[in-house]
Each structure stands twice: as C-alpha cells, then as structure tokens.
C-alpha cells in the first residue's frame, strides 16, 4: 500500500484515539465522555494530566510533513508514551525523575483504548516514513506490520522476561547488584547437604539431576523403538506411533495421576504388593522416582517420532558401503549407523532436557518434598510469602539452564554435516538390526509400551469406575455427573462443577488458535519473504518464547501486567495473549519451512502484476500454505487446552482452566473427577483436531495436492 | 518522447557488493533491449529494480518519464515474465492469465474474456481449465507471456525466457517474442546470457560486466567495433592479437602483424601499434606458398558439418578459423597461410588487463 495512504489511516486511527476513546482503562466506561473514561482531548482540556500534551503537538506535526517528519512524530508518539507511561503510574510509584518535574502525587491508571489506538497510528506514521524513505521494499503497509509484530513481541515476550530478570536484581525497590548475587548463590539454589547428610539438596542440582536422567532415558527408550519400528524384523512401527500421539493430546500432568492411582501409598500395585507379598506401603511415587517415570513416559514417545524420521532418512547406501568394506552386522552398526545418528539423539536429549526442565504439572503433583526451579517459582509467587525477587532469580537460574542446553547443542554440532540425503535417489535396502541389538531393543520397548498402554488406559477406565483409587472398580457415571451434570428447565442450565472451565477453555483456545496460526504465519511471510534491517532480531523475538519456559512466562506476565501503563491480570485477555504468544515459534516455524518450499519469483510475479502485499498475501501465498495453516491451527488449539504451567499463574476466580481446575481437584484429593475430566478434555480435543482437519483439509485432498509447489510446477 | 527506461547512476549494493554500479542509460520507447553479460555480471539486478522487485541504493530510474525510484513492483504498471514462469500452481491457466485483472479491480467474468481472448491470441485456446503443471514446458512459457500480456503494459520484462526449453524451441518462441513485440509496439527489455539470443531479436545491446556497463549499441556496431576485448570475444568468438596499423584508406588497411604484412578491409584508424580483433569466420586458410599472409600450422581440425573448425599456430599466437565446409581441408600438422578478410581495432585495447 501507498506511504499515503498508510499516513492518512494512521492519522485518522491516532485522531480517532486522542478524540473519542477513552484514555485510560481497558474495562471502564463509566461517565463517558468525561470522568474516568475520559478522551486524551478531554483530559487535556481539563488540565488532568499536563504531561501527554506532547502527544497531540507531535501528531499535528505529522498532519502536515511527510518522510522524515512522519518518522519523527512516530518515534516521538511511541517513546513519550511508554516513557510516561512507566514514569508515571500508581500512587507511590512515580519516578523520582519525573515526580520532580509532573509532582509526585501525579498519578495516573493503565493505558486503555484511546492510548491503544494512538500507539497503532504512531506506528502507521512511522511506518510510511519510513517506506517513503525507500526502507521495507517501499512498502508502508508491510513496514506496518513488521513494525507493529516487533511492538507485540516487544511488550509481550521481551518485556515480561526483563521484568522478572529486573525483579532478581531489585531489593527493597531498589536496584541491589548484591542482592542479585545472594539470591543466584544462595544455598536453596546449590546446597549440597544431600550427599552429606539426609537433607534435600539444591534445587538447582534437583532440576539437573531430573532433567539429565529423564532425557537420557527417554532419549534411550526411544532409541529402541525407533530401530524396532524402522528396521526391526516385526512391523511395530504402527503400534508405536499410535502410542505416540498420545502424550500430544494430553495435558502433560495426566500421567503423574496415573502413577498415583497406581503406585501411591493406596494405589493399585502397592496395595497388591502388600496383600501378595507384604512389601510394605511407602510413598516412594513421590519425589524424584515419580516425576522421573512420569517424565519418560510422557518424553519417550516424543523422542521416538523424532529418532524414528532420522533412522529412516539415513541414506542405506552408507551402510551397504561399509558392510562391502567387510565390516559385519554389529560393527556396521556401530561405525556408520551410531555415528550418523548422533545429530538426532543429540535433538532428542536436548528436547527431552528442556522439556524437564519446563515441566511444571507432573513435579507439582508428585514432586512431595522434591521441589524443582519450576514448582519452587511457582510458590515463590503464589506462596505464603510473595518474594518476585526469590522468583525472578529463580526464573534466571532455569533460564540459564535452558539456554546453556541451546548453547551446547549449537556448539557440538554447529561445525559438522550430517547429511546422508543429497536429493539423489538412493536405492540401497537398510540393513536389518544385528540380532543381539534386536533382542535388547525389543526387550526394552515392548514391556515399557505395555507400561504407557496400561497408564493411558487407567486414565480412560478411572473416570468411569466407583473409585479406582481403592481399587473400587464398579461402573459408575458419578464422577462425570459431577462434572458435567446438565439440567434441562426450558434452557440447559449447566450444573455440572466443570462446566465453567471447560467453557473458559475452549473460548480461549478458540481465539487463541486463530490468532496464533494467523499471527504466526504472518510473521513467517515477514521473515522469509522481505527484506528489512532488523529482520534478524524480529526472528530472535519470536523464537525466544519458545526457550523460556512456561512458569517464567508466567512469572514475567503477572510482574509486568499487574500494574500501569499496562494492566492485563485477572482478564481472560491475558489468557489469550500468554498462550498466542507461547505457541507463536512453532507457527512461525512451520510457516517459514513451508514458505521455503514455495517459490519466490510467485510471490514476485503477483506483485509485478499488479497485486500488493495483502492480494499476494491472500490469494497466492496462503492458499499454498495451508497444510502449515492447519498444522499451526491445529497444535496452538491443543497447546491452549493443555498448557498449565505459564497460565496457573494468570487464572482468576472468573476466568479459570481446565488443567488448572484437573491440578487443584488432585491437590484436593478427588482423584476420580480429575481423571474424568481429562478424560473429556482428550475426548474434545480429538474431536475439535479432527474436524479443524476435516472442515480445512479437504479442498487439499483433490488432485492439486499432488503438485509440487515449485513455480510452474 | 521521453524515454521508456531511464537510469540516473544508479547502484544497487548487496552489503559491500555493489551488483550494479553507477550505471545510467536511456532505453527508447517501442525498442527491444536485452542485457547481456556473463552471470554475476549484474543485469538480472538491472531488470529487477526496472520492475521494483529491488530498490536502488542510490540514484535514480524512471519509466515513461515518471520517477519510480521509490515506488513498489504493484504500483510501477510493468509487467515481467519470469525465468521459472512463476504460474501459481494452485491456479488454472484461466486464472492464472486473469489474476493480474482480478487484484487489479476487474470483475471476474471481464477480466476471463480478456484472458480468454489472450490465450488464442497466443495459441493457447482450450487450455483454460489446466494446471500448470499439465502444461508442456512451452506451454507454460506462453501463459507466462499471455498472464503479463493481459494487462497491456508497456513495459514488457523478460528474465532469460528461453533458458527452461529445449534447443528447438528456443529459435521459434525468441521469433515469436520478437513478433510480438513488435506487432504491439512493447517495450521490451530481456536478459539473457547468449549472445546468439541477443544479436538475434533486439534492436539495443547493453553488454554488462561487474556491474557496469561495458558497451551500448545495435548489435551490428557491437559485432563490428567493439569496445574491448571482453566485449569482442564476448559478441561472438574473437582472435585478439597485437599488431600495427601501416595505413588505411577507403576501408582498405595494410598491417604489420608478427613480421607478416597483410592486407585487409578494416575501418579508419590512425597508423602506429593496435590490438586487433579477428572473427574466426574472417580467416581464410590458403596453402602456405601465399604471399603477404601469416605462416601458421594447423594444430587441431575439426568437421562439425556445415563448417571445419581449426586451430592454427602463429607467431602471433594460436588462431581460432571456422570454415565453410567446401573450403579445402587442412590436416592436423598441415603448414597453412592466414589472411584476414576483415580486422577489428579494439578502441581501449587494455580493458582486459586493468
């Protein structure tokens, strides 16, 4: 779009902001036009808050200039309002600096609509500015939105984690270098009293130990199913894989009730240990044992898909060279086959150790005494004592952890190349497994997939048996009745205690999964089809979210949104926000992937005929984008009805969630309506996957699918 | 008139490489210009920032008098046909062909008669319905045409058009675009890397070269008085060697090349020492009893049909000669007499050096 054309919308949306909306507050609109939902202009002519008239002065600038000038008042718009903004505020927070200039009982509440519409027409100026200025291949619409993705990513992914890293550094509101180097070293963090004495340990050596052993063996595990299923003598592969999707439709705690209702001091397995051999009760599941095993369960399938794609890509000529070289069954194994995994298990670990390291559900429900950086976080805040500094210099320990883990992998494997598909044909046959190797594997894999079968199908049987827990299995509907009772006077009246949750639920994920797919898929077309400095840094954001883990997203989103200029907690708004922005990487990286199969000179062709970015937008790039469309569709919505760790934080009495609302029925000690519930939740969310499949992926299934999506085929 | 195409010292710098360089030229109205060069040489950059596909670093370009510098691929009113054709592959070729209609405002039904009446225009009736992917390759390179076409633009771009077909093809669809452009008075600027292609169809060669440009001109005055070397070797084979003008007078030289004096057309040159250029067609091979010819021996002989290939060793080094293939043969190790029919001086004779 003309740089224009871009001013003039963004002129009337900035007038439309200072004229008519109200300036302050989110939910308020008592007394408009004037009182507390005042306009910015009505708010200036009461002489209320003298210090945002620089924003109308710069706005009438832009009026009348062009280039350089819409750059100017843009910039200028932007920076006094988050300037003031976070100068001003409550009542005793203003800062010294402009308490001095404004007086320090200035005060003002959080920015609202009005403010909100004039930051996305300072935006817009900027933005034509800048186009003019011939930046963004002249085009002020897409330097719009490239503009305005970096002010979102900006205030909802960098700012909350600056927050709760500042907050490490604060002490008593002030900035403390040595309370920073306290809180990182203090002995809750890095205690070693466990090997000395009977004491816990560290929980930073807690969250290592854990994360280490639950990647190595899954990452192990999967291992052995994936040579079974790829190169094993018996076809496992479907068995497996249908194991395999599970842990992505469940809540990641589903297992840890399992485990309960299994192994806990009246589960199932302990209770017949006791009776058959009188191996006494104990509460072992809790602590390390248990979230280990839960964690295993829940990765090793993960790790299995990942491991088993590498296996199979694995060009078989290689290994027909070495076996022709005279190197036997076990060695060709060993020398070829291991080696060129490496990458692969190195992917798994990795995700495996990150994944632990987030993990927040299975430690809460069996941790016991063995408190991980997430669940210690998570009481840091919600606790008896709210300490954000203990929380944030948590947070900053699990960050670390978490990006170090990055680091290593980069650097073990950023120098070599690993690959075996060149784009040739290859028509080796893959060598079977030596047969010792094949025996091993298949004793490993089979009883653990029994294992993961029995735990899931505990958890569909426990909802709808008296009381699984006492081993009570008559059939009953009374848990699900309890849930999801549905009383019929005239009008359904949902009595049922679920219902709220389950309702909160889906509407958040219902507009969440738009917004990300669509957000995510836009900024992929941003990345990878345009050229603007910066672009590397606008990647960077949207990656970011993906390495911080879920509880100091939660941390950074109650610290950051708690208080003016921006004031989100307690909405279902914020909900909908921290999850669009949690799922946002894989989105974006599905878009970029599958924009890099797509020609560019199609994109190209739209536009020297005419068309400017929205019609290539609609009409060429995302009509060929729809598998990633729906993948990103697809797993946001699932995100947003498992996720628990970054939202615990963010629920309210109002607006709660169905996983949050499962953990606080376990904590309570209604097992069986915990399991019920997640029974259903799994039940919809397959339905919902389904159809989003159904209803979106059918036009891909005639003939057009087939066409390779190289220009001019 | 104003030009079609004007360029006011324009680069365009990738980091610190400069793929176009300072480069100004005026294209004019209703002519077809190729941009030759080497690849890397910088002219698929010139006719992307024509088509604003890239914007300049500096300097200025305008199109039919109006300043585009800074102005977006939708909104320059020029329309290219792309090297991989770039036909949506979601699309049929209906839609495809009408698509520049369709985002342009048109109702659909409007905009399908004019791509229907493109099509047969260009031989594509009854296609309509396809997918691209349906379609031959030479095919495709004419929905290409008809998709830019359709929106009579008059500025028709072409980024090497002829590189995805078969040899066959080549000559007829480079016929064809020639017809074309000039039954309907295009504009046309094309790129291509094959000189062949290039003397063939234009009416303007700009030969590039590291990002400059490094001759302008019909291709007669680029075949017959080239630049340099680079640009002799480059319109066709050429054989530079050095020697001296004696005199010329009426078209008709004598020069001193390597002790031998020779007579031969050339045109005015001022006398005293000359990098010359001969066309390997110019030589004439004669048994070596000739006077007033160059002493060689055949060290290479080739018979490709229609003509014999030859290299002759001189003392003026060794001769590239293409000869009719009724000529008399010449065995390897024959001794020969060259004389040149025609010889180019090379106005910067150092270009290749500096």
Redo the contacts between chains.
């Keep these: 779009m003309g740089a224009a054309a871009v001013a003039r919308i963004a002129l009337i949306c900035a007038a439309v902001g200072v004229l008519l909306l109200p300036w302050y507050g989110l939910e308020t609109l008592g007394g408009w036009p004037f009182g507390a939902a005042a306009s910015l202009a009505v708010l200036l002519v009461q002489g209320a808050a003298p210090w945002l008239w620089p924003i109308p002065v710069l706005l009438l600038l832009a009026l009348t200039s062009s280039g350089w000038g819409r750059i100017a008042a843009g910039v200028g718009v932007l920076a006094w309002v988050a300037v003031q903004g976070i100068a001003i505020g409550l009542p005793g927070s203003t800062a010294g600096f402009a308490a001095s200039l404004v007086g320090a009982d200035a005060t003002q509440p959080a920015l609202g609509w009005g403010a909100l519409f004039v930051l996305a027409g300072a935006t817009g100026l900027l933005a034509a500015g800048l186009a003019q200025r011939g930046a963004f291949g002249a085009d002020a619409l897409i330097a719009f939105l490239t503009l305005a993705s970096l002010l979102l990513l900006v205030v909802f992914v960098f700012a909350p984690l600056a927050t709760v890293l500042a907050a490490a550094a604060v002490d008593g509101g002030h900035f403390s270098l040595g309370a920073l180097i306290a809180r990182l070293g203090a002995g809750e963090a890095w205690s070693l009293g466990c090997i000395a004495a009977r004491q816990g340990c560290g929980v930073v050596w807690n969250t290592l130990v854990l994360a280490v052993l639950a990647s190595v063996l899954s990452t192990a595990l999967g291992l052995a199913f994936a040579l079974l299923a790829a190169r094993g003598r018996m076809r496992a592969g479907p068995a497996f894989r249908a194991i395999a999707i599970l842990p992505l439709i469940t809540p990641p705690f589903v297992v840890s009730m399992a485990l309960i209702v299994l192994f806990g001091r009246n589960g199932l397995v302990t209770v017949w240990l006791w009776e058959w051999f009188a191996i006494p009760r104990s509460r072992w599941i809790y602590g390390l044992p248990g979230i280990l095993i839960a964690q295993v369960l829940a990765w090793t399938p993960i790790a299995f898909v990942l491991l088993e794609g590498a296996v199979r890509a694995l060009a078989p000529s290689l290994e027909e060279a070495a076996a022709t070289m005279g190197a036997r069954g076990f060695t060709v194994f060993r020398t070829v086959t291991w080696k060129l995994l490496r990458p692969a298990i190195a992917a798994a670990l990795l995700l495996g150790f990150v994944e632990s390291l987030a993990d927040f559900g299975n430690p809460l429900i069996l941790g016991g005494d063995f408190d991980v950086l997430s669940t210690r976080i998570f009481f840091a805040i919600a606790g008896a004592r709210n300490d954000p500094g203990r929380a944030g210099s948590l947070a900053l320990l699990l960050l670390l952890a978490t990006l170090a883990a990055f680091a290593i992998q980069t650097l073990w494997l950023g120098r070599r190349s690993f690959t075996t598909v060149t784009g040739k044909g290859d028509a080796g046959v893959a060598p079977r497994l030596p047969r010792g190797l094949g025996i091993a594997c298949a004793a490993v894999a089979w009883p653990w997939m029994a294992f993961t079968a029995a735990v899931y199908a505990l958890i569909l049987i426990g909802g709808f048996v008296h009381d699984i827990g006492r081993g009570d299995m008559t059939p009953t509907w009374r848990h699900l009745l309890t849930g999801f009772a549905v009383e019929w006077q005239d009008a359904p009246i949902f009595r049922g205690s679920a219902w709220d949750s389950l309702f909160t639920t889906l509407q958040v994920a219902a507009i969440a999964a738009p917004l990300t797919a669509g957000f995510g898929i836009l900024l992929a077309w941003l990345i990878a089809r345009n050229r603007f400095p910066g672009r590397r840094s606008l990647e960077f954001l949207t990656m970011l979210s993906f390495a911080i883990p879920g509880t100091v997203v939660g941390v950074g989103y109650i610290t950051a949104f708690n208080v003016p200029p921006v004031e989100l907690t307690g909405t279902l708004l914020i909900l909908v926000i921290c999850l669009v922005f949690r799922s946002l990487p894989v989105g974006v990286r599905g878009g970029v992937a599958a924009l890099a199969q797509i020609d560019r000179s199609l994109d190209e062709a739209s536009a020297t005929l005419g068309a400017r970015a929205p019609a290539t937008l609609r009409r060429v790039v995302l009509p060929l984008l729809r598998p990633a469309i729906l993948a990103a569709l697809a797993y946001s919505f699932v995100h947003a009805m498992t996720s628990i760790s970054a939202v615990i934080f963010l629920v309210s009495a109002q607006h709660n969630l169905a996983t949050v609302y499962i953990v606080g029925r376990v904590e309570a000690g209604e097992m069986a309506l915990a399991i019920a519930y997640s029974t259903a939740l799994i039940v919809v969310m397959l339905v919902i996957v389904l159809g989003i499949e159904r209803v979106l992926g059918r036009a891909q299934l005639g003939r057009r699918a087939a066409i390779p999506l190289q220009a001019g085929g | 008139m104003s030009p079609a195409i004007r360029f006011t010292r324009v680069t365009r710098a990738f980091g610190p490489v400069r793929a176009v360089n300072d480069v100004s030229f005026d294209l004019p109205q209703g002519a077809l210009v190729t941009l030759l060069g080497p690849s890397g040489c910088g002219k698929t950059t010139t006719l992307r920032l024509i088509?604003?596909?890239e914007?300049p670093t500096e300097g200025r370009i305008e199109i039919e008098g109006r300043d585009v510098?800074?102005?977006?691929?939708?909104?320059?009113?020029?329309?290219?046909v792309?090297?991989?054709?770039?036909?949506?592959?979601?699309m049929t070729v209906l839609e495809n062909v009408s698509?520049?209609l369709v985002?342009?405002g048109a109702r659909r039904a409007a905009a399908e008669t004019d791509a229907r009446a493109m099509l047969a225009t260009l031989g594509l009736d009854g296609l309509g319905a396809r997918?691209?992917?349906?379609?031959s390759g030479g095919q495709?390179q004419r929905v290409?045409v008809a998709?830019?076409l359709v929106?009579r633009p008059h500025v028709l771009?072409f980024d090497e058009p002829l590189s995805n077909l078969d040899a066959r093809l080549r000559r007829r669809v480079r016929e064809d675009i020639r017809e074309l452009q000039q039954r309907l008075g295009l504009t046309v600027v094309y790129v291509t890397h094959d000189q062949q292609e290039a003397l063939a169809v234009s009416d303007l060669v700009v030969v590039m070269r590291e990002g400059r440009i490094a001759q302008m001109g019909t291709p007669v005055e680029l075949y017959d008085a080239p630049a340099d070397d680079f640009i002799a070797d480059f319109m066709g084979e050429a054989n530079v060697i050095d020697g001296e003008v004696l005199g010329v007078s009426d078209g008709q030289a004598s020069i001193a090349v390597a002790g031998a004096t020779l007579e031969t057309r050339m045109r005015p040159h001022p006398p005293g020492s000359a990098r010359l250029a001969v066309r390997p067609e110019a030589i004439a091979l004669l048994p070596p009893t000739e006077q007033a010819a160059l002493a060689g021996t055949v060290r290479r002989a080739a018979f490709l049909g229609q003509i014999r290939e030859y290299e002759v060793e001189t003392a003026a080094g060794m001769l590239f000669v293409v000869a009719p293939a009724d000529a008399p043969a010449w065995e390897v190790d024959a001794h020969v007499a060259c004389r040149f029919a025609r010889v180019i001086p090379l106005l910067t004779p150092t270009a290749r050096d500096s």
């Design positions: 088509a604003g596909l914007l510098t800074n102005l977006a691929a939708a909104e320059r009113r020029i329309a290219m792309f090297q991989s054709y770039a036909l949506f592959p979601h698509y520049g985002v342009g997918l691209p992917a349906e379609l495709q290409a998709r830019a929106l771009l």
